[in-house]
């Protein structure tokens, strides 16, 4: 992450978190390529009962579930790295269009927070530093969120000795 620092540091923790995706690309083209053939023939069908609007009208539904998936792919673009040593933790997000913030704290300051409910485990991670707080990872389930607050306690516990 910061490759002009000259004094050699230990890493405690590398995280690179991104937003899983289940459908992979051939699956997407298999699922519109189903979708778009049962909507042409339904729609054909319809054309011959005198209900020609109707063919249109798949068409469409066909473009717009076409159009939500792209806009999906698009959105899992996006990433967040961790990176903690034993003097500094910085967290980076990258948007879905490149955008990027990046923030540096001392891991002796930082206060790592969890919010949890019964039903679905660990719900949100925080980190904050100097009354600034940072939600981590918001994107994952609460599982990978539960695990992320662990090996981000552990390596702040061996930072902050």
């Known amino acids: 992450m910061n490759a002009s620092n000259p004094i ?3 890493m405690l923790l590398y995280e690179r978190l991104s937003p899983h995706r289940s459908l992979s690309p051939k699956g997407f083209a298999i699922l519109m390529g189903i979708l778009g053939g ?6 054909i069908a319809f054309l011959l009962m005198g209900a ?5 009208f798949l068409g469409l539904d066909v473009l717009l579930v076409y159009l939500a998936f792209r806009a999906n792919y698009r959105a899992a673009k996006a990433f967040e790295e961790i990176l903690v040593t034993r003097v500094r933790l910085v967290w980076r997000r990258v ?4 955008d990027a913030r990046e923030d540096i704290m001392n891991p002796r300051w930082v206060r790592l927070e969890t919010t949890s409910d019964e039903l679905s485990g ?6 904050t530093e100097r009354r600034v707080t ?3 990872g918001a994107f994952l389930p ?8 662990k090996s981000l306690a552990s390596a702040l516990a061996t930072a902050k000795r």
């Open 8 to 10: 050699p540091e230990t």
């Open 38 to 43: 049962a909507s042409f023939v339904l729609g």
């Open 52 to 56: 020609w609007p109707v063919f249109g």
């Open 95 to 98: 948007s879905s269009r490149g």
């Open 122 to 127: 660990v719900t949100r991670v925080t980190l």
């Open 134 to 136: 940072r939600v981590i």
């Open 142 to 149: 609460p599982m990978h969120k539960e695990k992320l607050a």
